[in-house]
């Protein structure tokens, strides 16, 4: 299965700031996938990232609040944009390998804002 | 109603102990099915696919019923190593992946 490298792994943020996380995949990967994960809470898919297109974003997540790049197979941003402490949470990046391999997560990014 | 819904538990169990969750499903037209395990303060990791036939890794079973949109996983032998949240894990349209809120498993000494 790929190899996800996530970075930073915990910030701790001004509200009002943004912060862009990254996520590197040590191959070509077709989608990512970015997830939160709020406190005692399960995932729930912020959005879907392709090479080469506008990423998809689920119902009451927008771009304008996390804006979305992937510039090529390998590699993906994800931007917390104008943070309050309700974005307080954890960020995960994903990766498919279908339903054999099952899906990868990055360690996660842990992120404060206060 | 969600799509996919587990007791969140917590179980707490005895080491050596047999252990069963159980998780629902919404969406008939789901095609994949997994569990994952998180520990704490980390990212889920796959512990294992469901198939339809229902499959066996080591201690863990792992059984899907379609009619009745039921997925279920067996630990025998509980280990104190796996105390974890236990996600289960449906694929939606466009292999979207439907989280589970999450069992949490305690294995007592």
């Known amino acids: 299965s790929a190899v996800i490298s996530q970075k930073p792994s915990r910030d701790i943020c001004q509200r009002g700031t943004s912060l862009t996380i990254q996520c590197q995949v040590d191959?070509?990967?077709?989608?990512m996938f970015w997830y939160r994960q709020q406190p005692g809470q399960s995932l729930t898919l912020i959005a879907t990232a392709n090479q080469g297109s506008e990423a998809t974003y689920e119902s009451g997540f927008v771009i304008d609040k996390f804006p979305i790049s992937r510039p090529n197979l390998t590699f993906s941003t994800l931007t917390v944009s104008n943070m309050s402490p309700e974005d307080s949470s954890i960020y995960l990046c994903?990766?498919?390998?279908?339903?054999?391999?099952?899906?990868?997560f990055g360690s996660g990014t842990r992120l404060t804002v206060v | 109603r969600k799509e996919v819904e587990q007791d969140p538990g917590p179980f707490n169990v005895p080491e050596g102990a047999t252990v069963a969750f159980n998780c629902t499903y919404s969406?008939?037209?789901?095609?994949?099915f997994f569990w994952y395990r998180q520990d704490c303060r980390k990212e889920p990791k796959l512990l294992m696919s469901?198939?339809?036939s229902g499959n066996e890794d080591g201690r863990f079973t792992a059984q899907l019923n379609r009619a009745s949109q039921y997925i279920s996983l067996l630990i025998r032998d509980s280990k104190l190593s796996d105390s974890a949240t236990y996600l289960c894990?449906?694929?939606?349209?466009?292999?979207?992946?439907?989280f589970g809120t999450g069992t949490l498993l305690a294995v007592q000494p």
């Open positions: 969406n008939s037209a789901s095609q994949s």
């Open positions: 191959s070509q990967v077709t989608m």
């Open positions: 994903s990766v498919g390998g279908g339903p054999l391999y099952g899906y990868t």
């Open positions: 894990v449906v694929t939606g349209a466009t292999n979207k992946l439907i």
């Open positions: 469901v198939y339809s």
